[in-house]
């Protein structure tokens, strides 16, 4: 399983950007997918989780509200819109992915995820 994730950029605080991340194979519907971020000098940390049908998504307090995370299953692809972008969002974003069971689960700890993509950068600027 391959992930590649793409779509960050730099953008002005009170912004908006949508970064997705693409899973190779067949068994896509599989996964449950996830977005993490990580600062510079700071842990990685959890962002959003979405099930295997999309129909649970969980999110970080910290962008409850502001961030929407979804997939489409037909495409195996799954999105983080962000809006109300702040300056403490600026990190390297990273996709993961865990095959499940059950397809209502979410998971919100790194260590679920056995497969993760290279990350890609969002610098919110003030």
């Known amino acids: 399983v391959q992930l590649q994730a793409y779509g960050g950029g730099l953008v002005q605080a009170g912004g908006s950007l949508r970064v997705s991340c693409v899973v190779s194979g067949r068994t896509f519907s599989s996964y449950a997918m996830g977005w993490f971020r990580q600062a510079p000098g700071k842990e990685r940390e959890f962002v959003a989780a979405?099930?295997?049908?999309?129909?649970?998504?969980y999110y970080a307090d910290s962008v409850k509200g502001r961030f929407t995370i979804s997939r489409d299953n037909a495409k195996n692809t799954v999105y983080l819109q962000m809006n109300g972008l702040k300056p403490e969002d600026t990190a390297v974003y990273y996709c993961?992915?865990?095959?499940?069971?059950?397809?209502?689960?979410?998971?919100?700890?790194?260590?679920?995820?056995?497969?993760w993509g290279q990350g890609t950068q969002v610098t919110v600027s003030s």
């Open positions: 993961a992915a865990d095959r499940r069971l059950y397809v209502s689960a979410i998971y919100y700890e790194a260590p679920e995820y056995d497969y």
């Open positions: 979405i099930s295997r049908n999309g129909v649970t998504t």
